[in-house]
């Protein structure tokens, strides 16, 4: 290998755009090749995703590329026994012998049921998922597949409800004009969240703007650090605070923006007393509100009482009163939320959260002065200038408030108090990630996110990054999944079906006539990210036949169950046409352009690697059902990414044409923005950048939906599940808290929070460092090192008093064990940045595997504490809980952990 | 991970430096007081010899030491080039003429007749010199501004002290091992254990002073600390390198007083070489003790991590691999 | 000729480490060597504790006590104001190190893969050694040098284009109207302790 120090005359130096893939950020980046060797990385300034900025993780990716730890060679197992701690005695196969035995199990999968297949991917490379495996999933007619760990730690409770409310992913402060925001246990703008680097040079110039930020967290993560205010709250309970912000807001200082609750939500949408639902017209069955200049009742979206514009009239409608509707007292649904929230006194939240109650009072006085209700601003669209409002400030929140068993009702809490001052989707306010919504590239009308009302007026997406947008709900069918999740509609993933015990019995009970069979896995790491190690491989990893994984690493998934490993291309060495969900994730935020980034490989596939896509392409042609596959991405393709495929560049699904995997990206490029922007025109700059309008960026005041402050739909849902589930004689094996599916929010503990034990004195919870992202990242050295530059990555953060009240020093070793008897060890570091009875533990560490050397044996493995059964799980959205309460001990650094069964 | 970046401590500067300070104290320092000595008797006495001997080939090695852990050697030849400066560029220098000098000398009153006034010269020219290099030892390090610890005057003086009673005891144990058993050499023995006496009380005044200041300093009180809890300076050192030799001097000046007295010369052995011992522990200490200021910022401290031990097995489910 | 100098705004910075790894990707930098570098602070007692990144590099002082113990002279100061080692003419001494107060200083006896276990080096590690030997050298004092080469090549040093919250800004200290006097003189700049007397030209804006 020539380097380029050697001055020779054909020396190659070039920088290739293309886009980041150490995270779900998607940021573009450029990276330099000279001589053939990947040497250096920067962002890329033509992508709105951070323009010229990029974070450590992108930066330290040449070691990814070329980590001699990677997997360069098929391997198979060939020792049968499998578990955590078994030698999977790996030898190399060739890639021949490898697609023989794979297709050969998957042929065999097919002719017993081919929904025995199970997909399993990572976050991290969240767009290929949408080919490989979900086009692979169409083809092959399986409906098994979740993203380990991803929905049930951060997702299922934010990413469906901020689904709901912003038609986003999640949400965010409109950085550049918001002057007080609410932060919920999220980083946002500080590293953390999606489109990261973009977002922290946002609320860099908010910061030096005056912006203010006001953080409740139980340490000082990077939000809370930079924050104007920091407020210690107990883990777990951020939807009890939210609830008492709303009901100081409403009733004691009664602030809230009257407009917006009756022209954008079904605030005053009349509920019926006898059963919570919506007062219906006879003759339309759409829901009712009350006009009070001609009063009577009218449907919600008669032109009188509908304001869509901020500028158009309307009647004022009834957010408070009691009212005759054909004989039925009826009040409208804001006059029963105003009700309902007393309960949540800053006295009774002051004992829930150890947030004082005059603090609470105050933030939320301060919170509602600084909404300037009233306000607008004259912004520019393409009718000419509109006045929308002005609503600067937000309310925030991420994984640390919603990963717990009250996740569902504690995301709408905190929304909720955005939508009571009217804050949400306008200007300053909080607004869905990746400005929401969007009307694409003019020549081509695509990709698109244009929201629409459904029948009662509520917000639909037009776009998703699942087959089924968050609302309407899917109607509770019975279960033909393996995890059951036909059953649930309010949830994206769950685990605690398959990682039961009781799996099989449930299968069986539930009458799913197959039984697991095949996992093809992709990226994945799910001993490490799912829960307690044991559980996950006991009750659900070995209940497979056989696994195939597409991975960078021998990770502990693979040698723990893994009968085939097959070496993934790293994003590098790959394409990909899209790698993000417009406009939902991950997209440009605020009003800079939009902007599409691609992969592609800056040096091809090493070794011999190759790339997950392109060997599932291949896969499906050695099935041959190519075919089937392209049809399943046909169909994947327009919910994903924005609109409709054209007839002349869907992918033939008769079978006749094989279509290589850059044919497929170029095709889906050339459809959204048009025959001359294909692969080979968005190569040149690694990203399709397009003006963004203000009125997409602001679309609350243009667009007709309303959002629910009342969730008049889950009381339905939650009687159909129930039932279904009595029908199969669930109960048998859990027993459901049925009562979580109603109308109007409420805070619910965790188990944490009603332990009774004083041994178990220590509420443990989990954060995120900016230097990694799940658990790959913390084989790459120069991660790692700088992971151990910091004096709380590899630690667990401790009080300084709680430390000497239990005899315990800056970097001694101990063990945290919760009451199940799961362990894990660490070393101390001592802060004041902490809640006295909080232990935080950060990050997927504490590697064990025999094949990832820079990772093994780095900072402890919380995941470990986390149980998977229901008591874990919130019942709404099946979100798991990660705070635990633990005892705390030292330990010898010599300890072993000893694996419980 | 590479233990230079741990914490606020310096790890460039080790035992090969302490070497090099401790061997230029040595030499400079025997030479020295021999010089002297025979300056007074009027040419060279016994000690003289031993303190010329002891000089230019302790010099010898203690910059061998040096090069040792010069990263590259090679280019030693460029150290003395801003002598303006830099006070590894001046010690050059001072280091070269000694070494110079004494060779001279030591040829000079071994292998020629040469005596009398130029003898004395080179003599006085040498002890310049001589004395000139036992405080370079110690300024090298005063003049080290990233080290508060050592960013003192305090650290010339001990040096120098150290240097003259490690030269002493030297030229002690040169008499002991090869000075005979002749009157001329038990008179000498007897005026170096109460010569020692002196200097090393000078000592223990000099390093007190040393300490108390550096605890007074806040950027300092970390090394300060650090060398005080540090078994090589307090037991190595400070113990068996100070106070033993100085109670050991005391028994034979106050106790057996003839040093034709049994177990008179084994204990002054045994002192010398403890007492040199001590003189480069307290180098290495003071070096290796050596710590970067805390930087202070809009009221924040701040520090380099001082990552814990390497993480031991045991983390995870499997034994170490 | 300009003075080059640098503002690090403590406002913006929230500690994320791109600084330190834009240096390790462009300079190549083996284990253990941060030119530039990110240290975390604490401060008050609990609940009004407040921690606070504080990123560093070479602050290229005007007088910079690293060049004054140099005793061959291969640190020496250029016209431009930015402090470097000619590595042909140092020794390995290590007494710049000792002498620079900031600990922006390091040296490598051995180039040391990031790899445990003596494998092939990657072929990005054997450009990263390479460039190492060819830029900085084994065995003599290295430090960071405002990334002259991009500098001269119109571009912004590594850390400053990478910083994701714009904290870093460098440019001409002798020019009144450059952003970085614009921003010293509007917001206090302050060096890292200046009682030490070396009058660094990177300067710190107040992080509340």
Not at chain 3, 130 to 146: L, M, R
Request: glycine letters at 10%; one cysteine or more; a neutral charge.
């Amino acid at each position: 290998m020539t380097v380029s120090t050697a001055r020779t005359a054909t020396q190659e130096d070039v920088w290739i755009p293309t886009c980041c893939g150490q995270c779900y950020c998607m940021c573009g980046i450029k990276v330099r090749r000279q001589n053939g060797v990947v040497t250096e990385i920067e962002g890329n300034p033509a992508a709105p995703t951070g323009r010229g900025s990029i974070c450590v993780k992108g930066l330290a990716s040449p070691h990814l590329l070329y980590d001699p730890y990677r997997v360069n060679y098929p391997l198979k197992r060939t020792n049968p026994q499998k578990g955590l701690g078994v030698d999977p005695k790996f030898v190399r196969i060739s890639w021949e012998e490898a697609y023989d035995l794979v297709v050969g199990k998957l042929e065999e999968c097919r002719q017993r049921d081919p929904r025995g297949l199970f997909f399993q991917a990572t976050t991290t490379q969240a767009s290929e998922i949408r080919f490989g495996v979900i086009g692979f999933m169409k083809g092959f007619g399986t409906p098994n597949y979740w993203v380990s760990g991803g929905g049930l730690h951060c997702g299922n409770g934010a990413h469906f409800m901020n689904g709901i409310m912003h038609v986003s992913w999640s949400i965010i402060p409109d950085f550049a004009h918001c002057n007080l925001a609410l932060n919920f246990g999220c980083s946002k703008g500080h590293g953390a969240g999606h489109t990261a680097v973009q977002n922290a040079t946002q609320a860099a110039d908010a910061r030096v703007r005056g912006f203010k930020n006001i953080v409740f967290d139980p340490f000082q993560s990077a939000q809370a650090s930079k924050a104007h205010e920091w407020v210690p709250i107990r883990v777990g309970t951020d939807g009890a605070l939210a609830l008492g912000l709303v009901n100081c807001l409403l009733n004691e200082h009664k602030i809230y923006d009257a407009e917006y609750l009756m022209y954008k939500t079904n605030a005053p949408y009349l509920i019926r007393p006898s059963d919570g639902r919506y007062m219906r017209d006879k003759a339309t069955n759409k829901p009712q509100v009350w006009d009070v200049v001609d009063k009577r009742p009218k449907v919600h979206d008669d032109p009188s009482v509908t304001r869509v514009e901020y500028e158009d009239v309307a009647h004022e409608v009834a957010l408070e009163g009691t009212y005759d509707v054909g004989g039925v007292r009826c009040q409208p649904a804001f006059a029963l939320l105003k009700e309902h929230v007393k309960k949540y006194t800053p006295e009774y939240v002051e004992k829930v959260t150890w947030v004082p109650a005059n603090d609470i009072r105050r933030i939320a006085k301060e919170f509602g002065e600084a909404a300037e209700i009233g306000a607008t601003v004259t912004i520019p669209t393409a009718k000419g200038p509109k006045k929308i409002p002005k609503r600067p400030v937000g309310t925030h929140f991420f994984r640390g408030s919603q990963g717990h068993v009250n996740s569902g009702w504690t995301c709408l809490a905190i929304d909720m108090v955005n939508h009571i001052v009217g804050a949400s989707d306008t200007y300053g306010s909080a607004m869905g990630l990746g400005a929401a919504v969007g009307a694409g590239y003019e020549k081509t009308g695509k990709p698109y996110q244009i929201p629409y009302p459904c029948p009662d007026g509520l917000l639909v997406a037009k776009t998703w990054v699942y087959d089924h947008v968050p609302y309407p709900l899917r109607e509770p069918k019975p279960p033909t999944r393996l995890d059951l999740h036909d059953m649930f509609p309010t949830s994206i993933y769950n685990a605690f079906t398959i990682a039961s015990p009781k799996w099989f019995e449930m299968l069986e009970r539930f009458k799913i006539p197959y039984r697991p069979d095949v996992m093809i896995n992709f990226g994945s790491n799910s001993v490490m990210t799912m829960g307690n190690s044991e559980i996950v491989t006991e009750n659900f990893l070995k209940k497979f036949n056989f696994i195939l994984s597409f991975q960078l690493y021998v990770t502990e998934f693979e040698e723990a169950v893994a009968d085939v490993i097959l070496p993934d291309a790293c994003f590098l060495e790959r394409y990909t046409p899209a790698v993000s969900f417009p406009s939902t994730f991950s997209h440009p935020q605020g009003e800079d352009d939009w902007g599409w980034t691609i992969r592609q490989p800056v040096v091809e596939p090493l070794h011999e690697r190759k790339d997950f896509n392109v060997v599932m392409v291949e896969l499906a042609r050695r099935l041959g059902i190519h075919g089937a596959f392209y049809k399943g991405l046909n169909n994947t393709i327009p919910m994903r990414y924005g609109g409709p495929m054209q007839e002349k560049y869907k992918l033939v699904e008769d079978g006749s044409v094989i279509h290589s995997w850059e044919d497929i990206c170029d095709r889906l490029l050339k459809d959204r923005f048009g025959e001359e922007h294909g692969l080979a025109h968005v190569r040149q700059t690694g990203v399709f950048t397009w003006p963004k309008r203000k009125e997409d960026v602001y679309w609350k005041w243009f667009n007709p939906s309303r959002v629910p402050i009342y969730f008049e739909y889950f009381i339905d849902a939650g009687e159909k599940m129930a039932k279904l589930w009595k029908q199969f004689g669930g109960d048998d094996f859990f027993k459901f808290d049925w009562s979580r599916f109603k109308a109007l929010a409420d805070w619910y503990p965790c188990p944490t929070h009603v332990e009774e034990s004083q041994e178990y004195d220590m509420h443990a919870f989990y954060w995120r460092a900016v230097v990694h992202c799940n658990s790959m990242t913390q084989q790459n050295p120069y991660l790692d090192e700088c992971a151990q530059e910091d004096p709380h990555v590899y630690a667990i953060q401790m009080h300084r008093r709680t430390a000497a009240a239990k005899g315990i020093a800056d970097g001694d070793w101990v063990w945290l064990e919760n009451d199940k008897g799961h362990r894990v060890k660490g070393w101390v570091s001592l802060s004041e940045g902490i809640e006295p009875r909080h232990l935080a533990l950060a990050a997927i560490s504490g590697h064990w595997g025999n094949y990832m050397p820079i990772a093994r044996n780095k900072g402890p493995f919380f995941n470990d504490l986390v149980e998977m059964d229901l008591e874990h799980t919130d019942p709404l959205t099946f979100n798991q809980d990660i705070c635990c309460r633990v005892k705390v001990y030292k330990a010898d650094p010599s300890d072993v952990y000893k694996p419980l069964h | 991970m590479d233990p230079n970046v741990n914490g606020q401590l310096q790890r460039d500067w080790g035992w090969l430096i302490a070497a090099y300070l401790f061997l230029g104290g040595v030499g400079a320092g025997a030479y020295t007081i021999g010089a002297i000595n025979g300056l007074a008797a009027g040419g060279a006495d016994f000690s003289t010899r031993v303190g010329l001997w002891v000089g230019f080939p302790a010099l010898l090695i203690g910059t061998l030491c040096l090069l040792l852990d010069l990263g590259s050697p090679v280019k030693a030849v460029l150290a003395g080039v801003k002598l303006k400066t830099s006070w590894i560029a001046r010690g050059f220098w001072i280091i070269s003429a000694f070494m110079a000098l004494s060779l001279l000398h030591l040829v000079l009153l071994e292998y020629t007749a040469v005596r009398g006034a130029v003898l004395a010269a080179i003599a006085v020219a040498g002890i310049v010199f001589a004395v000139g290099t036992m405080a370079y030892t110690g300024i090298l390090l005063g003049a080290a501004k990233g080290i508060p610890f050592w960013r003192t005057g305090a650290v010339p003086v001990v040096f120098v002290v150290s240097a003259l009673v490690t030269g002493h005891f030297t030229l002690l144990l040169g008499i002991v091992l090869f000075g005979g058993r002749g009157m001329a050499a038990a008179d000498a023995l007897e005026l170096m254990t109460a010569e020692a006496v002196a200097l090393v009380v000078g000592e223990v005044l000099a390093i007190s002073f040393f300490l108390q200041a550096a605890f007074k300093q806040p950027d300092s009180r970390e090394s300060a600390e650090r060398i005080l809890r540090r078994t090589s300076f307090v037991v190595g050192y400070a113990v068996l390198g100070l106070l033993v030799p100085l109670v050991l001097m005391l028994v034979l000046r106050y106790g057996l007083e003839d040093a034709a007295a049994r177990g008179y010369r084994g204990t002054a052995a045994l002192g010398a070489v403890l007492g040199l011992v001590g003189g480069l522990l307290l180098r290495h200490a003071v070096l290796v003790c050596g710590t970067l200021p805390t930087w202070n910022i809009a009221g924040f401290q701040f520090r380099r991590i001082a990552r814990p031990k390497e993480p031991k097995p045991g983390i995870g489910l499997l034994p170490p691999r | 000729m300009p003075r080059y100098g640098m503002v690090i705004d403590l406002k913006r910075c929230y500690g994320c480490y791109a600084c330190v790894m834009a240096c390790k990707v462009k300079n190549h930098t083996p284990p253990g060597v941060f030119w530039s570098r990110v240290l975390k602070g604490e401060r008050d007692e609990y609940p009004n504790t407040v921690r606070q990144a504080l990123p560093v590099l070479c602050m290229q002082c005007e007088e910079p006590s690293c060049q004054e113990v140099c005793p061959t002279g291969a640190t020496h100061t250029l016209d431009n104001g930015i402090v470097v080692v000619d590595k042909d003419k140092c020794m390995g001494c290590k007494y710049c190190m000792m002498a620079c107060p900031y600990g922006a200083r390091y040296s490598v006896e051995d180039w040391e893969s990031y790899f445990p276990d003596g494998l092939p080096l990657s072929p990005y590690e054997v450009f990263a050694k390479a460039y190492w030997e060819e830029h900085s050298g084994v065995g003599v004092a290295t430090k960071c040098d405002f990334c002259r080469d991009r500098l001269a090549a119109g571009d912004d040093p590594a850390c400053v284009k990478a910083c994701p919250a714009n904290a870093r800004t460098i440019g001409d200290l002798d020019d009144p109207t450059s952003e970085v006097s614009v921003l010293i003189k509007r917001f206090r700049g302050t060096p890292l302790n200046p009682e030490l007397g070396n009058q660094p030209k990177v300067f710190y804006l107040a992080p509340r």
